[in-house]
């Protein structure tokens, strides 16, 4: 399908379950007039909005399926991050906090930061500091942020995050920002249904940790670059996601001994503001 055909495929099925479209915006967490450019071919329906809409509508399991293949056609999709900027990182977030929302499984592999759903405050803006907002977007964006973490807190998702040690030592904040921010990444790995776990440098390697992705119910994946936010929905592409997630969390410490690795690290922290 095309995106003429995707997005009168949509309107028909929206149409043919009674639902007015504002009220299949708003459960799709989108504006009206997006959906209408979409429904419209205005605009181009990547998997996320066909899967949102979809949901919306409340289609049949065979029905979402066919559809969401059709949308899967383009194989992968980039977002450029000025893109981004220009229409607000805070959209953003509620993006994917509605893509959250939706899923029952996620895993996160990072070797450079800390996963957004486990940063401090503190790390969020320093993270964010990058982009050049204004103090308005920067704090709404921050806040989007903050309110996705809610989802740490859903006992019926498993969430699973695999970092590297060096995530832990890499010093985006002052040392005893980067104790606090470890305190949570401790806190929160107590959680029954948060599984966090971290790969030792000193542990032999296999594989090359090239850049951070997230696998969400085996359906999608997202990968952040330097220019832009690529999303991949090919079940043979995302099946080499899950091989390589699987990879690093088997050489993964976990439990009591991961929270013994980042209360050292922790600790060194400390002792440097001791000392300071």
């Known amino acids: 399908m095309n995106r003429a055909q995707i997005g009168a ?11 007015e479209a504002k009220a299949v915006a708003r459960s799709a967490l989108m504006s009206p007039s997006k959906l209408s450019k979409i429904e419209n071919a205005k605009m181009t329906a990547d998997a996320t909005d066909v899967e949102r809409i ?5 289609v ?25 900027r220009r229409t607000g990182f805070h959209k953003g977030q509620q993006a994917v906090r509605a893509l959250e929302a939706q899923m029952s499984t996620l895993r996160l592999f990072q070797p450079s930061l800390v996963p957004g759903l486990l940063q401090t405050p503190e790390y969020i803006r320093a993270v964010l500091h990058r982009h050049r907002l204004s103090e308005d977007a920067l704090s709404r964006t921050i806040n989007g942020r903050l309110e996705r973490q809610a989802v740490l807190y859903d006992n019926t998702k498993s969430l699973r995050f695999v970092i590297t040690e060096p995530v832990l030592r890499w010093r985006i904040v002052p040392p005893q920002m980067m104790a606090a921010q470890i305190d949570r990444i401790v806190s929160l790995s107590r959680l029954p249904h948060v599984d966090i776990r971290v790969v030792p ?22 990968v952040e670059t330097i220019h832009a936010e690529v999303v991949v929905t090919d079940p043979r592409d995302v099946g080499l996601y899950i091989k390589k997630f699987d990879g690093f969390e088997q050489s993964a410490v976990s439990g009591d001994d991961m929270r013994s690795l980042a209360e050292g690290i922790r600790d060194g922290f400390l002792r440097e503001r001791e000392t300071g």
């Open 201 to 222: 440098l000193e542990i032999e390697q296999h594989d090359i940790a090239n850049h951070s992705f997230v696998i969400r119910d085996d359906r999608m994946v997202t």
């Open 9 to 19: 495929a949509l309107r028909a099925l929206r149409v043919a379950s009674g639902k």
């Open 54 to 58: 979809l949901t919306a509508i409340g």
């Open 60 to 84: 049949s399991d065979e029905v979402k399926a066919e559809y969401a293949e059709a949308a899967r056609a383009s194989v992968t999709e980039t977002t450029a991050w000025r893109l981004l």
